[in-house]
């Protein structure tokens, strides 16, 4: 499939939800049955090949997690400063969006390591043969070897960068799926105060490969979710990528606090790093 089709797509859409002489939209939600019913009228009017059984779910989210999302992004839109955020539940597809903060900066965001990333080694051979012998480049083998080689406690153990004063960082869960995110593993540290109190402190982790990019407004609704369904007052989003032979990749974004998530939208970013396995771990 030619990257241009979707852009034509997206074009179409947005005609026919955007007038041009009030600068306005009819509505900004995007459904599956306004991305079925362009691909009809571009494949009619535009000879586009792309599938008309294909899944419409997937138009959005394959657009924002692959490395092109910009280029796919019409640039007569770009040049509106109208931006495209995924949605999700009750059919929704995505979202335009017009002035939003980061919304059209973020089709073009991404997170790699750097000359100034840290770099620590990190020994692999606690791994059984067997599971390496398995070892995939999927989401699910990479959390298996960063929760099995400890990748976050050992982030959050270098204390001279780190938000927290970490005492202990557990393991809780992998594959939490809310309504409208999943949270792909989520820790619980114990952070020691200034005053010699502890508190608990959520951190969700956000797992991909690394030909696909970190996405913030996904951790942001993870952000929100970890809110909404537990009592904590303090959440660290940290994304995880695999970085292939050579290891796994550190995204840690600020912190967010129950009193400030009303005005929360998508975290910033606070440090990264970089864990060499050693040896190459097989799928990472």
């Not at 809310?178 to 959520?202: C, N, P, T, W």
């Amino acid at each position: 499939m030619a990257v241009s089709e979707k852009t034509i797509i997206i074009e179409r859409i947005f005609d026919t939800l955007y007038d041009e002489k009030t600068k306005t939209f009819s509505r900004t939600l995007v459904s599956a049955a306004d991305v079925q019913d362009a691909k009809r009228y571009c494949a009619e009017h535009h000879g586009i090949k792309m599938k008309l059984d294909g899944n419409p779910f997937n138009f959005m989210k394959d657009i924002v997690r692959g490395k092109s999302a910009s280029k796919i992004w019409p640039q007569r839109l770009k040049d509106l400063q109208i931006g495209g955020v995924q949605r999700t539940g009750d059919g929704a597809i995505f979202e335009f969006v017009h002035g939003m903060a980061g919304a059209l900066d973020s089709l073009d965001e991404d997170f790699l390591p750097s000359n100034s990333t840290p770099s620590f080694p990190v020994q692999s051979l606690s791994l059984p043969l067997a599971s390496k012998a398995l070892g995939r480049t999927d989401e699910s083998w990479l959390l298996q070897v960063a929760v099995n080689l400890r990748i976050i406690e050992s982030h959050f153990a270098n204390a001279a960068s780190s938000q927290i004063d970490a005492l202990e960082v557990t393991h809780l869960q992998m594959d939490i799926k809310l309504r409208k995110v999943q949270i792909d593993a989520l820790f619980r540290a114990l952070h020691a105060e200034r005053d010699g109190k502890q508190s608990e402190v959520l951190i969700t982790v956000e797992a991909k490969q690394g030909n696909q990019r970190i996405l913030t407004e996904q951790i942001g609704r993870q952000v929100i979710a970890a809110f909404e369904s537990t009592d904590t007052d303090l959440v660290i989003p940290v994304a995880i990528a695999a970085i292939r032979n050579k290891g796994i990749y550190v995204v840690e974004f600020a912190a967010v606090t129950r009193e400030t998530i009303e005005q929360f939208s998508v975290p910033t970013f606070h440090r990264d790093a970089m864990f060499v396995l050693q040896p190459k771990v097989k799928g990472i």
